[in-house]
């Protein structure tokens, strides 16, 4: 068990709608980290936050945002859902605080969205 | 269109065989790496790291080698069990952490 929780496990919604993913990081981490993972692009970096602040933006669509919290948990938010969206989106978290990445990622299950 | 499938590079060995899984990266700049496991349902597991001043470092049944000058990593598993079955994943990192394409790992027994 890493200690990062996601939730929900499972997301299947119609397209053009809006979902939410959370994200609770282990304990202590102030780092945390979205990344979609699909079938034909692997993993890919979506955005960073460090203790509430963005921190680095990756591969991520206008039709996404993020935010951390001060209880450090974080939200993924996806609106106007296309097909295309369908992905797991992993969250990870990590003790790192420096600029540059010098520490591993430790990620959780995931969140499985089917749009259809 | 359709999507197509991530094609990836498979692996068999047999149990009690020595794996190695390779993985080229492309940033010269990067100085931190990253092997990762994941299993079919799960995120991806932290393995192994190293950092860019180091060309060796060794776990428990794990070694990962680091070639700068060619810009190439690898990931030994000594005595390879059925449960190393799954997709490793080689990361770079330097102001975030970019994951290679992943290589399959099938072990029989």
């Known amino acids: 068990d890493s200690g990062v929780t996601q939730t929900p496990k499972h997301l299947i919604t119609a397209t053009g709608q809006r979902v939410t993913l959370r994200c609770s990081p282990r304990?202590?981490?102030?780092?945390v980290y979205w990344y979609q993972q699909s079938l034909d692009q692997g993993l890919q970096f979506l955005i960073q936050y460090y203790n509430g602040e963005e921190r680095a933006k990756g591969n991520i669509l206008e039709r996404f945002s993020a935010q951390q919290f001060p209880d450090l948990h974080s939200e993924l938010n996806l609106s106007s859902l296309e097909l295309g969206d369908s992905a797991l989106y992993f969250c990870a978290s990590s003790a790192g605080t420096a600029a540059l990445v010098n520490s591993p990622l430790h990620f959780g299950n995931g969140t499985r969205l089917t749009v259809t | 269109g359709e999507s197509v499938g991530l094609h990836l590079p498979t692996l068999s060995v047999q149990e009690g065989d020595n794996s190695i899984i390779n993985c080229a990266y492309s940033?010269?700049?990067?100085?931190?790496f990253i092997w990762y496991k994941q299993e079919s349902g799960k995120g991806p597991q932290f393995i192994i790291d190293?950092?860019?001043?180091?060309d060796k470092r060794q776990g428990q049944r794990v070694t990962v080698l680091l070639n700068k000058t060619v810009k190439h990593l690898s990931l030994q598993i000594a005595a390879t069990q059925p449960g190393d079955s799954a997709v490793y994943f080689c990361?770079?990192?330097?102001?975030?952490?970019?994951f290679g394409k992943g290589t399959m790992l099938l072990v029989s027994p």
């Open positions: 940033n010269s700049a990067s100085d931190y």
């Open positions: 304990s202590g981490d102030l780092s």
């Open positions: 990361a770079e990192g330097y102001s975030t952490l970019t």
């Open positions: 190293i950092r860019s001043n180091m």
